[in-house]
C-alpha cells in the first residue's frame, strides 16, 4: 500500500469515527435519534436546493481554506482570516453603495479593492513574525477582534441604514451582485472565482520558485535559511497572498449571498479555514473538497436541526475529532508498521 | 477628560482591576505551568469556555456553588487530559490539537446550552449559583485600602494563594525542579531518571485546573450567567501576557495585571462617550503592542549574546 492510498484510508477512517460519534451522541440527546441522524446524512441530497445549500456554504469555507493552506505551508499558524473576511466585505459593501459604475465593472472593482485590503490587513501580524518573530497565532486572534471592532464602527457611522431596525449596510445596487449560475439554487459566480483562485493557488505553491520556497521554509525553516532563502520575504509573501485570498473570499461572500451587509459578528472562519487546510492537508485543490465535505456536514446538522431535536452545533463534535485524529501522528502508526513488516515478508 | 482621570484614580476602578484581572491571571498561570514543562496550551479558551458552562449548569442542578464549582474544575481537567492524551500519546501536533478543543468548545458549549437551558444565547432560564464575595474583617473598614482590596470573590483570594504555591512549587520543591527540567531539555531529564510523561501529564492537568477556576470565576463570580464565547479571547491573552512574562510567575502576573489594567480601562471609557466599537479593542490592542515589544527585546538580547 503506498503513502498515498494510507493517507486517505487514514483520513477516511477518522471521519468515520468522527460520524460514529456523533450518531453516539444523537442516541443521547434525541427522541427519534435514526430519523434526526438520516436527516443529518442524508438530508442534503433530498432537493436540489439543498444541494445548492451546500455548494453556497462551501465557497467561504473554501476561501478561508485556501488562505489558511497558504499559511499552514509555511508552518505558520495564523488564525486570521475572519478578521480579514469582515473588513474586506464591507470594503466591498463600502464600494458598491457608494461608486457608479453600471455592469460588471463594479462588483469586479470591488473585489479586486477587497483583495487589495485583505493584502494589507494581513502584512501587519505578518510584518511583526517577519520582522520580529512575534507570535502569529495569538497576534491573528486579537487582530481579528481588532478589525472586527473597527469594521463595526465604520458599519454603525458610515455605512448603516437607518430604516432597517437590525445591524445592515444600504442595500446594493442589482448590479453588484455576483449571478445566479444554477437555475433553482442561490449558486452564484462566486463559485466560479473560486475555481480560478484554487487553480492560482495551486500553480503558485506548486509550480513556481515561490511557492516552492514557501513550501521548504514550512519544511525546515533552518535548511531554508541556510541555502540562503530570505525568511523575512517569505514570511511577507506568505501574508500577503494568504490576505489577497482571504480579501476575495470575504467581498465574493457579501456580494454573492447579500443583499446588504450585516454581519453583526465574526463570521467564525479563522477556525474553520484552519480545519479545510488541515483536512486536505494544505493541498489548494484538496480544499476544495475539504470545504464541501464541511459544508455538506454544516448543511445536514442545519436541516437536521430544523426539523428535528438535535441543534446544529453537534458539528463541533464531529470537527474537534477529525482534527484530532488527523493530525495524531500515532493513529493507525501500528497497523501501518505491521503492514510494512508483513510487506517486506514477501 | 477630566472626569476620566477621577475615574481612573478611584477606588472603583482600582476595584474593577483586580476583579477583571483574576480571570487573566488565572488562565495565564494555566499557561506557564504547561509552559515551564514544555508543552504550549494553547487551548486555555475552550477549557475556560466549557468550566463556565459547566459550573452554571451543575451548580443549578445541584443548587450548590461549591459542587458546580469542581464540575467546572473537572471539565476542564477533563478536556486537558484528552489534549494530553493526544499530543503524549498519539503524537497530535500541540497547536493542532489546542484548536480542535477551542474550536469545540465554541461551538460544544452552544449545544450544550441549547439542550440544557433551551437558548442559544444565555444561561438565563438556569438557576444557577455565584460563588461568595468575602469581605475581609478588619481590612474591609480602612478607609480607601479596604473598598479596593475587601469584598472581591472568593476565588479572587484563592487565585493570590495559588500564585504564592505556584511560584514555591515552581521554585522550591523537587517536583518543581523536575518540570523546570522537562521544559528546558526533555532528553536530558529523561537521562537523569525522571519520568516526562508523568510530569508533562501533570502539569498539564493542573494548567486545566487553572483555567477551570478561570472559567468558574466567569459565570459564578463576574456574572452570574454564562452566555455564547464568553470567554472573550482571555484565554489567548492569557497566552500573551505568559510570553511577556517571560514564563516567571512574577513576570506573569505583571504582565496579567497590565492586561487587567488596560480592559478595566475600555470598561471606564464606556461610561465616557466614545464609540464602544473602538474602545473594545483597545485590550487586545495593548497586547499586540505587548507581545511586540516583548519580542523586540528578546531580538536584541539574542543578538547581543551572538
Known amino acids: 500500500m503506498s503513502d498515498k492510498t494510507f493517507q486517505m484510508l487514514r483520513t477516511l477512517l477518522a471521519v468515520l469515527i468522527a460520524l460514529a460519534l456523533a450518531l453516539i451522541i444523537t442516541f443521547i440527546v434525541s427522541d427519534k435519534p435514526l430519523e434526526s441522524f438520516s436527516l443529518f446524512l442524508f438530508g442534503p441530497f433530498r432537493n436540489l436546493r439543498y444541494m445548492g445549500n451546500v455548494i453556497e456554504a462551501a465557497i467561504p469555507l473554501a476561501f478561508a481554506g485556501l488562505a489558511t493552506s497558504i499559511l499552514f505551508s509555511a508552518n505558520l499558524f495564523n488564525l486570521g482570516s475572519e478578521g ?40 501587519l501580524p505578518g510584518f511583526l513574525k517577519a520582522k520580529w518573530d512575534v507570535n502569529v497565532l495569538v497576534t491573528s486572534l486579537m487582530f481579528n477582534t481588532i478589525y472586527f471592532g473597527f469594521g463595526l464602527y465604520f458599519l454603525n457611522y458610515y455605512l448603516r441604514d437607518p430604516n432597517i431596525s437590525q445591524i445592515a449596510s444600504f442595500s446594493f445596487p442589482d448590479n453588484a451582485r455576483l449571478k445566479r449560475i444554477i437555475e433553482g439554487t442561490r449558486v452564484h459566480s462566486g463559485l466560479i472565482i473560486l475555481l480560478v483562485v484554487a ?28 541555502v540562503g532563502a530570505s525568511s523575512f520575504g517569505i514570511i511577507m509573501l506568505t501574508h500577503i497572498s494568504a490576505g489577497l485570498v482571504a480579501g476575495i473570499g470575504g467581498s465574493v461572500e457579501v456580494l454573492g449571498m447579500y443583499t446588504r451587509f450585516r454581519w453583526a459578528s465574526l463570521p467564525g472562519l479563522g477556525f474553520d479555514g484552519a480545519l479545510v487546510a488541515m483536512l486536505a492537508k494544505n493541498r489548494p485543490l484538496a ?60 | 477628560m477630566e472626569n476620566l482621570i477621577s475615574l481612573i484614580f478611584s477606588t472603583h476602578f482600582l476595584f474593577s482591576t483586580i476583579r477583571v484581572t483574576t480571570p ?49 474544575l473537572a471539565t476542564s481537567l477533563i478536556m486537558a487530559l484528552v489534549l494530553a492524551y493526544f499530543t503524549l500519546e498519539l503524537k497530535t501536533h500541540v497547536i493542532l490539537g489546542g484548536i480542535a478543543l477551542n474550536l469545540f468548545a465554541s461551538g460544544g458549549s452552544i449545544f450544550i446550552l441549547y439542550l440544557v437551558a433551551g ?113 472573550a479571547g482571555r484565554g489567548w491573552i492569557a497566552l500573551a501576557a505568559e510570553a511577556m512574562g517571560r514564563g516567571t510567575v512574577i513576570g506573569t502576573t505583571l504582565t496579567s495585571v497590565l492586561f487587567g489594567i488596560t480592559s478595566a480601562l475600555a470598561n471606564a471609557f464606556q461610561v465616557m462617550n466614545f464609540p464602544n466599537e473602538i474602545i473594545n479593542t483597545i485590550p487586545y490592542i495593548a497586547v499586540v503592542l505587548g507581545l511586540t515589544i516583548y519580542s523586540i527585546q528578546k531580538q536584541k538580547k539574542k543578538k547581543s549574546e551572538k
Open chain 1, 84 to 123: 480579514i473576511y469582515y473588513v474586506s466585505g464591507l470594503v466591498a459593501a463600502a464600494i458598491v453603495i457608494n461608486v457608479n459604475i453600471t455592469g460588471v465593472g463594479l462588483p469586479i472593482l470591488a473585489i479586486i479593492i477587497a483583495g487589495i485590503v485583505g493584502m494589507i490587513l494581513s502584512l
Open chain 1, 199 to 226: 487553480f492560482v493557488v495551486y500553480i503558485f505553491l506548486y509550480k513556481t520558485k515561490w511557492g516552492y520556497s514557501i513550501r521548504m521554509y514550512g519544511i525546515n525553516k533552518n535548511f531554508s535559511e541556510y
Open chain 1, 287 to 346: 480544499s476544495l473538497g475539504a470545504a464541501l465535505f464541511l459544508a455538506y456536514i454544516r448543511t445536514g446538522a442545519d436541516l437536521m436541526s430544523r426539523l428535528s431535536d438535535v441543534p446544529a452545533e453537534i458539528v463541533a463534535f464531529i470537527q474537534a475529532a477529525i482534527i484530532l485524529l488527523i493530525s495524531a501522528e500515532r493513529f493507525l502508526f501500528y497497523w501501518r508498521h505491521k503492514m510494512l513488516l508483513k510487506e517486506a515478508d514477501k
Open chain 2, 24 to 72: 487573566i491571571l488565572l488562565a495565564a498561570m494555566g499557561a506557564l505551568i504547561s509552559d515551564r514543562a514544555g508543552i504550549a496550551n494553547i487551548a486555555l479558551e475552550g477549557m475556560m469556555l466549557m468550566a463556565a458552562l459547566s459550573g452554571v449548569i451543575f451548580s443549578a442542578m445541584f443548587e450548590s456553588a461549591l459542587i458546580g464549582f469542581f464540575f467546572a
Open chain 2, 119 to 231: 437558548d442559544k444565547g444565555t444561561s438565563s432560564s438556569l438557576a444557577s449559583k455565584v460563588l461568595p464575595n468575602i469581605h475581609i474583617p478588619l481590612v474591609k473598614d480602612i478607609p480607601v485600602l479596604g473598598e479596593i482590596v475587601s469584598g472581591h470573590n472568593i476565588i479572587t483570594y484563592a487565585t493570590i494563594l495559588l500564585i504564592i504555591g505556584l511560584y514555591l512549587m515552581l521554585n522550591k520543591t523537587r517536583l518543581g525542579r523536575k518540570i523546570r527540567a522537562v521544559g528546558e531539555n526533555k532528553d536530558a531529564a529523561e537521562s537523569v531518571g525522571i519520568n516526562v510523561k508523568k510530569i508533562q501529564y501533570l502539569a498539564l492537568s493542573l494548567s486545566g485546573i487553572f483555567a477551570g477556576m478561570g472559567g468558574a470565576f466567569l459565570s459564578m463570580g463576574y456574572v452570574s450567567w454564562f452566555s455564547r464565547n464568553m470567554s
